[in-house]
């Protein structure tokens, strides 16, 4: 649907399809869940995603409805919360495919790289060892409601880069410096994708 209204997207499929395999990615619209898909080589990972987006979003809800993809919701109560957090750490462990996750937590309004909401991620990097695979989209943001999405489509011209792969070998460690590094080369290199100078 997205090429046949004329939009312009290019994903490398730069992510084996493998477990221990991590996906860390900025989120600018509801295109950053299929493009993760389409980041994998030979299948597809388990998202974290927020719960509404299981009901009324064309294509994303069933996704998530189809593949299980396990939920997050920002507004739940302190125990459903926990609920949840516990159910991420043990798809984390004892997932055979790679997850993913957008550690913003939100869209931005701006396509800007936003503060990472580090609860998930923390619990994700504390159950096993991980090779994780940053990556960065531009292009989108304009498009991150799907009324502009429908509106804008025949504009849109995105894409998708490989940032690097970082190994976590130590599930025991502070994960703090290691999710600072992740979104410092993050920030690095959607400034150079958008050819702006780094100070």
């Not at 992510?15 to 993760?36: C, K, R, W, Y």
């Not at 750490?89 to 869209?107: C, L, N, Y």
């Not at 590094?181 to 150079?192: D, G, K, Q, S």
Request: hydrophobic share 45%; aromatic share 10%.
């Amino acid at each position: 649907m997205v090429f046949l209204g004329g939009a312009s997207i290019a994903v490398p499929p730069q992510v084996p399809f493998e477990p221990g395999v991590l996906i860390i990615m900025n989120h600018q619209s509801l295109l950053d869940i299929p493009m993760v898909c389409s980041s994998v080589r030979g299948g597809y990972p388990l998202i974290v995603t927020r719960k509404r987006y299981r009901h009324w979003i064309p294509l994303i809800s069933h996704m998530i409805r189809l593949y299980q993809y396990p939920v997050v919701d920002p507004t739940a109560n302190r125990r459903d919360a926990l609920g949840m957090t516990d159910d991420l750490s043990e798809v984390a462990r004892t997932a055979e495919v790679p997850v993913a996750i957008f550690p913003e937590g939100t869209r931005t309004r701006d396509g800007d790289i936003g503060r990472f909401k580090k609860a998930g991620l923390r619990r994700i990097l504390q159950v096993r060892a991980w090779k994780v695979y940053i990556l960065v989209g531009d292009g989108f943001w304009k498009y991150a409601k799907l009324k502009d999405f429908l509106r804008g489509i025949s504009e849109m011209n995105g894409e998708v880069e490989f940032v690097s792969m970082l190994e976590w070998n130590d599930p025991a460690a502070d994960p703090n410096p290691f999710i600072e590094e992740i979104r410092t080369r993050m920030v690095a290199r959607l400034a150079r994708m958008r050819g702006d100078s780094i100070t």
